[in-house]
């Protein structure tokens, strides 16, 4: 990766790793509808033996593609699937250089996606778990994310300062965070750069007691603020008794009249409620569209409503 990268300049802050595979290692990447029995088989490095099955004109079919081939899966080509396919590329990479580097290691491979809800048989989970297939997973995390370019995301994401973890695994809201824009600027995924941030120990292992001190503390304090809010919000006086009359009053009046709505013209959102008695002008602020109008109550009669010995509002008419 180093000699890929030398004389580019400005330093990338993405590894190109399409460019990497077709420029450097000289080998071509096609996608196509892998239709193999086993589905979560995503990527494949052909010996120009084994015939691999995809789909073609709508038919399952079995290609031998030329040795040295990178076939991936069409579905990576999908936007939210960008990180997933450049790992996968990666990988396929991998097993390329070690193939140079030990010939003995040559033969078909496969990249297989982990189902997380899928019963595995031991061969299959064993399949899975190789030692060989660790170690390229390891070797496309490090084509992917080689620790000049995560020192300097960190940098410039972080100013230079360790990721706290606490206990082996707790992180922080704001840390989950930078993590995740630093793993959009380097094109992979969250929890690929998490791994390779503790590969490269730039991170920083505290007590867990330490996390749920300042998790205490911060929730004491949005619980100070919400009941503060309450008590502003909802702060009441006792009404004076002549005044008190006159609202008892106006609600035993209030049962005799018939109830219209009136809504906003604009977003026909609920404004008050009015009684068959109301007249004049009246000003309101829409609390929907922000609209402040006047209306003059003799043009706006809806819906009339009369209320009932039970106080449910009975429908009446419209107007």
């Not at 079919?61 to 936007?79: E, S, W």
């Not at 502003?232 to 008794?241: A, D, G, L, N, V």
Request: aromatic fraction near 10%; charged fraction near 25%.
């Amino acid at each position: 990766m180093a000699k890929y990268l030398l004389g580019k300049t400005p330093p990338p802050r993405c590894i190109d790793i399409e460019g990497f595979i077709t420029d450097f290692l000289h080998l071509l990447i096609v996608y196509v509808t892998i239709a193999e029995e086993d589905r979560d088989k995503i990527g494949f490095i052909s010996d120009g033996i084994y015939p691999l099955q995809v789909m073609q004109e709508g038919q399952r079919k079995k290609v031998i593609y030329p040795k040295g081939t990178i076939v991936t899966d069409r579905f990576l080509l999908q936007p939210d699937k960008s990180a997933q396919r450049r790992f996968t590329l990666a990988h396929e990479a991998a097993h390329v250089i070690f193939e140079r580097i030990s010939p003995t290691a040559a033969g078909p491979c496969f990249n297989r996606l982990y189902d997380r809800e899928k019963e595995y048989s031991i061969r299959e989970l064993q399949e899975h778990l190789d030692i060989c297939e660790s170690q390229t997973d390891r070797l496309a995390s490090v084509l992917l994310m080689p620790r000049f370019l995560v020192a300097q995301t960190m940098e410039e994401e972080q100013q230079g300062i360790q990721v706290p973890i606490y206990g082996s695994t707790v992180l922080r809201s704001g840390d989950k965070l930078s993590i995740q824009n630093m793993a959009d600027r380097m094109g992979v995924s969250f929890t690929a750069l998490l791994i390779r941030l503790r590969e490269l120990r730039f991170v920083e292992y505290r007590s867990i007691s330490e996390y749920l001190e300042s998790e205490m503390v911060f929730l004491r304090g949005r619980e100070k603020m919400i009941q503060q809010a309450v008590v502003r919000t909802y702060k009441t006086r006792p009404m004076m008794p002549e005044i008190q009359m006159k609202v008892e009053r106006s609600y035993t009046e209030s049962t005799r009249l018939k109830e219209r709505e009136l809504r906003c013209p604009h977003c026909n959102h609920y404004i008050a409620s009015l009684y068959s008695d109301a007249a004049g002008h009246f000003k309101a602020k829409c609390s929907n569209c922000k609209m402040v109008t006047v209306y003059n109550l003799g043009y706006f009669r809806r819906k009339w409503f009369q209320i009932g010995s039970s106080g449910h509002r009975l429908r009446n008419g419209t107007r």
